[in-house]
Each structure stands twice: as C-alpha cells, then as structure tokens.
C-alpha cells in the first residue's frame, strides 16, 4: 500500500504541472506564469529527492522525480518565452 500511495501522489504531482507545459508549449507565452512558484517547487521536490536518497528511501526520490522533471522544464521554458510578451 505504501508504494501504491507514494507513485500515486508522485503522478498526481506530475499530472498537476502537465496542463501548464503544454500550454506553454502551444502557445509560447508565460505572461501569467510566476516563476517563482515553480523554482520553489522544483526546490522542494528536488530536496524530497535528497532527503529519499539519503534516508534509503529510494520510492520516494522516484516518486518526485517526474513532479521534479516537469516544473523544471516549467521554469526553463519561462526563461525562453519570458520575453515573447
């Protein structure tokens, strides 16, 4: 059940950020994004990474990693579209 619970809140995450990529990849624009938001997400689930790693917890360090993955590209696309306003 434990394993279950934690891929399960890791899609979710993942699932969470998918609509803003993709609206930001149709229509190149991040005018009403905060950066921020999403250099404090990626921190914290980069840091949820860690903290899995280090205590052994290697379903954990999994089950962030694709929430990881899609805020930081998120975020890198901000930087390429910033100025497409």
């Given at each position: 059940?434990?394993?279950?619970?934690?891929?399960?809140?890791?899609?979710?995450?993942?699932?969470?950020?998918?609509?803003?990529?993709?609206?930001?990849?149709?229509?190149?624009?991040?005018?009403?994004?905060?950066?921020?938001?999403?250099?404090?997400?990626?921190?914290?689930?980069?840091?949820?990474?860690?903290?899995?790693?280090?205590?052994?917890?290697?379903?954990?360090?999994?089950?962030?990693?694709?929430?990881?993955?899609?805020?930081?590209?998120?975020?890198?696309?901000?930087?390429?579209y910033k100025d497409n306003d």
């Open positions: 059940i434990n394993t279950i619970i934690a891929y399960s809140a890791g899609s979710i995450g993942f699932i969470t950020s998918v609509p803003q990529l993709i609206q930001i990849i149709k229509t190149k624009t991040v005018r009403d994004l905060n950066p921020y938001f999403f250099i404090l997400h990626s921190m914290s689930d980069i840091l949820y990474i860690i903290y899995g790693v280090l205590a052994n917890d290697l379903l954990l360090s999994y089950s962030l990693s694709l929430p990881a993955f899609c805020n930081i590209c998120i975020f890198i696309l901000w930087i390429k």
